[in-house]
């Protein structure tokens, strides 16, 4: 097992980096924030079309049904991406947890052509709760309980309302009828799997956020004075730099050890994927803390970009089970 990702691997996750960062600016993000009167749909919906038209949201599906057939060691350096720039659409739920979940059902409702084009987004709640991530925009939600329950596909649009949060780009919505729905026809085990790449792919994305996090205050702490001095040369603000970033570095490559375990069909996958699930939230959450100390009082205002990815992490953290229910797993899985 190599926890360095091979020259098609970065390839492909350079050319996601150059898209993102170039579309999916802060400017856009704070477009797509639901509570907010500039919401420009339009300037969101461009970015998912050039996503589509690289391929990246068949990535998971498979070769037969038109996508590119990648394992899951191919996609999380695309989902640690996305993350990086807070980006504001269901891209986890759309193409790694749905498009895979869909061939596993054999496409019953012919959807995964439609997904792969980018006219399809899917939300996704596979914990039994009624708040949906992306719901009030997506098309489609698919709806479960943890670790391998019956799945239920329901069409989006009136089926949810509004519901404000602290991360307005996630377009939360709250189901009206949670028992709604139609039996997606999956077996145990490709449930299972769909929880499975939920929490490892944000995992993936916490991390991607962490190192936004860490970038932003890194160059503010070089670009700030105090004293005279960059404010980055006092030995207590690197302390919690160096802290952030050894957090960080001990997550990514549990979330690739993770993405390999499902890609092996390994019996520690489970466990895997709560240790990276778990480290991942734990590392963007002291991002994002450091991230407000070394600002100080402009990173409190929402003028300053950074709270748009602080905002997510908190969000992300709490998604696809936090870290203490993560870590309570893997004691589980070790007997503890």
Do not use: N
């Given at each position: 097992?190599?926890?360095?990702?091979?020259?098609?691997?970065?390839?492909?996750?350079?050319?996601?980096?150059?898209?993102?960062?170039?579309?999916?600016?802060?400017?856009?993000?704070?477009?797509?924030?639901?509570?907010?009167?500039?919401?420009?749909?339009?300037?969101?919906?461009?970015?998912?079309?050039?996503?589509?038209?690289?391929?990246?949201?068949?990535?998971?599906?498979?070769?037969?049904?038109?996508?590119?057939?990648?394992?899951?060691?191919?996609?999380?350096?695309?989902?640690?991406?996305?993350?990086?720039?807070?980006?504001?659409?269901?891209?986890?739920?759309?193409?790694?947890?749905?498009?895979?979940?869909?061939?596993?059902?054999?496409?019953?409702?012919?959807?995964?052509?439609?997904?792969?084009?980018?006219?399809?987004?899917?939300?996704?709640?596979?914990?039994?709760?009624?708040?949906?991530?992306?719901?009030?925009?997506?098309?489609?939600?698919?709806?479960?309980?943890?670790?391998?329950?019956?799945?239920?596909?329901?069409?989006?649009?009136?089926?949810?309302?509004?519901?404000?949060?602290?991360?307005?780009?996630?377009?939360?919505?709250?189901?009206?009828?949670?028992?709604?729905?139609?039996?997606?026809?999956?077996?145990?085990?490709?449930?299972?799997?769909?929880?499975?790449?939920?929490?490892?792919?944000?995992?993936?994305?916490?991390?991607?956020?962490?190192?936004?996090?860490?970038?932003?205050?890194?160059?503010?702490?070089?670009?700030?004075?105090?004293?005279?001095?960059?404010?980055?040369?006092?030995?207590?603000?690197?302390?919690?730099?160096?802290?952030?970033?050894?957090?960080?570095?001990?997550?990514?490559?549990?979330?690739?050890?993770?993405?390999?375990?499902?890609?092996?069909?390994?019996?520690?996958?489970?466990?895997?994927?709560?240790?990276?699930?778990?480290?991942?939230?734990?590392?963007?959450?002291?991002?994002?803390?450091?991230?407000?100390?070394?600002?100080?009082?402009?990173?409190?205002?929402?003028?300053?970009?950074?709270?748009?990815?602080?905002?997510?992490?908190?969000a992300s953290a709490r998604s696809w089970g936090d870290a203490d229910w993560q870590r309570a797993r893997?004691?589980?899985?070790?007997?503890?």
């Amino acid at each position: 097992m190599r926890f360095a990702l091979s020259d098609e691997q970065t390839a492909l996750r350079d050319a996601v980096r150059e898209l993102l960062s170039r579309e999916c600016t802060p400017a856009l993000v704070r477009a797509a924030w639901v509570q907010t009167p500039e919401a420009d749909p339009g300037r969101v919906e461009a970015v998912w079309a050039k996503l589509a038209e690289m391929g990246v949201l068949g990535a998971a599906a498979p070769a037969a049904a038109g996508g590119l057939g990648l394992a899951a060691c191919d996609v999380i350096p695309l989902l640690e991406e996305a993350g990086r720039v807070a980006l504001p659409l269901p891209l986890l739920e759309t193409a790694f947890v749905a498009a895979p979940l869909l061939a596993a059902a054999g496409d019953p409702y012919g959807m995964l052509e439609r997904l792969i084009a980018g006219e399809l987004l899917v939300a996704c709640a596979l914990d039994g709760s009624a708040l949906v991530p992306y719901a009030t925009g997506a098309h489609v939600l698919l709806l479960g309980e943890r670790d391998g329950g019956p799945i239920r596909l329901l069409a989006g649009g009136e089926s949810v309302e509004p519901v404000r949060s602290i991360d307005g780009a996630r377009a939360l919505g709250r189901l009206l009828d949670p028992a709604a729905g139609r039996l997606l026809d999956v077996d145990q085990s490709a449930a299972s799997a769909a929880w499975q790449r939920g929490a490892l792919g944000c995992a993936a994305q916490l991390v991607g956020l962490g190192r936004a996090l860490l970038e932003l205050s890194t160059q503010y702490v070089k670009e700030r004075h105090q004293f005279g001095v960059a404010i980055g040369s006092f030995q207590a603000i690197k302390h919690h730099l160096a802290d952030t970033l050894i957090g960080l570095e001990f997550a990514a490559p549990a979330v690739l050890r993770a993405a390999w375990s499902l890609d092996a069909g390994a019996a520690s996958a489970g466990r895997d994927v709560a240790m990276a699930k778990a480290l991942a939230s734990e590392a963007a959450q002291r991002a994002a803390a450091v991230a407000l100390q070394c600002h100080g009082a402009i990173a409190y205002t929402t003028e300053y970009d950074l709270h748009l990815f602080a905002k997510r992490v908190w969000a992300s953290a709490r998604s696809w089970g936090d870290a203490d229910w993560q870590r309570a797993r893997v004691g589980a899985a070790l007997g503890l």
